[in-house]
């Protein structure tokens, strides 16, 4: 075996080049695991953003749909209803029974 071979064999299983090895592998999947870890964080507040505005937009309609039913619900339109399409009529004074 040539003398520069034979170097170089014992330079790269000396301990040094090995934790040089080990490092430079660990720095590199340290690395690769930030940049994963980024963009995850990423797409997890993108979707966080999509989720508010879409709870927002509930929210709207929620309120629109209670301002309907209070509309629906009041009672001179309840009112108007029941004597155009149950054709009720209030009773007359001579009716009322007041009970003590």
């Known amino acids: 075996m040539p003398a520069v071979l ?8 000396s301990p040094k ?3 040089a090895a080990a490092l430079t592998s660990v720095f590199v999947v340290s690395a690769i695991g930030v940049a994963y870890s980024a963009h995850e964080t990423r797409n997890m507040y993108r979707d966080l953003q999509q989720l ?3 709870h ?3 929210e709207h309609e929620y309120e629109k749909l209670l ?5 629906w619900a ?3 339109r309840l009112n ?8 009720m009529q209030a009773p007359e004074a001579d ?5 003590r």
Do not use: G, H
């Open 17 to 19: 080049p090995l934790l």
């Open 74 to 76: 009041d009672y001179t």
């Open 95 to 99: 009716d009322l029974v007041v009970l």
């Open 56 to 58: 927002d937009d509930l």
């Open 6 to 13: 034979r170097l170089f064999i014992d330079w790269f299983l």
């Open 80 to 87: 108007e209803l029941a004597f155009k399409e149950l054709e």
């Open 52 to 54: 508010e505005k879409s």
């Open 67 to 71: 301002l309907e039913q209070s509309a």
